[in-house]
């Protein structure tokens, strides 16, 4: 049981490249984030997904997309990096049928050049 | 507008003593409260919650308390250990013991000194 697993777990990017973060999940949970984490502010929701086949923006959506490709699989796109994008991002998920918390990834640090 | 706060960056404890850890929030429609602990180069992972309808949650050595009125909680950590060190990050939900669409603090550095 791996709980929450993240690729990679290093990146660096020059200005308009792109990439896809991959995260899954073995714990069956319905509901799966994608956070960044940001020196001095905490962790902000980039977007979510409440169920398999659902998706929606949380706090900082812009520059991002996402794919919930099956109830397993969340991954995060960046289409065309850029420097503000250099975070450390954190997958997580939960399901309120069988837990009161979110279950997190142990992060992908990303540099944009 | 940062809606939940910690405004304490960091605090130094020795150990055995009492570590307590504050946040503030402004959003009445909060309902349900959780503390995470991280690591450096781990992910955050969960150490203890509160609903709003409770003033007072343990578990073990780690008590959470919430004040409704004044939009306040704390963590106490008694005694502190030297693995306490770390970051702590509250977080609340408006919805009770869903813990969906967390909004996070922005942390406090705990360490504990031998």
């Known amino acids: 049981n791996a709980g929450v697993t993240q690729t990679p777990k290093f990146q660096v990017l020059k200005t308009g490249q792109s990439m896809t973060l991959q995260c899954a999940q073995d714990?069956?949970?319905?509901?799966m984030y994608w956070y960044r984490q940001d020196p001095g502010m905490g962790l902000r929701l980039i977007y979510y997904?409440?169920?398999?086949?659902?998706?929606d923006k949380g706090e900082v959506p812009n520059g991002y997309n996402v794919s919930r490709l099956n109830k397993r699989e969340f991954s995060l796109r960046l289409e065309s990096a850029a420097p503000s994008q250099t975070s450390v991002y954190f997958c997580?998920?939960?399901?309120?049928?069988?837990?009161?918390?979110?279950?997190f990834g142990p992060g992908t640090r990303l540099t944009v050049l | 507008d940062q809606q939940v706060k910690q405004n304490s960056p960091s605090l130094s404890v020795q150990e055995g003593r009492i570590s307590i850890l504050n946040c503030d929030y402004t959003?009445?429609?909060?309902?349900?409260f959780l503390w995470y602990k991280k690591y450096p180069a781990e992910g955050p992972t969960f150490l203890i919650s509160?609903?709003?309808?409770?003033d007072k949650n343990e578990d073990g050595r780690f008590t959470v308390f919430l004040n409704k009125s004044a939009k306040h909680l704390s963590l106490h950590i008694v005694p502190s250990q030297p693995g306490d060190s770390a970051v702590y990050f509250c977080?609340?939900?408006?919805?009770?013991?869903?813990?969906?669409?967390?909004?996070f603090g922005t942390g406090t550095r705990l360490q504990v000194t031998l």
């Open positions: 509160i609903s709003s309808i409770k």
């Open positions: 714990m069956n949970h319905n509901s």
């Open positions: 977080a609340a939900s408006p919805d009770t013991g869903t813990a969906s669409k967390l909004t």
């Open positions: 959003n009445s429609m909060f309902d349900y």
């Open positions: 997904s409440a169920s398999e086949g659902t998706t």
């Open positions: 997580a998920s939960s399901d309120f049928s069988v837990t009161d918390t979110q279950y």
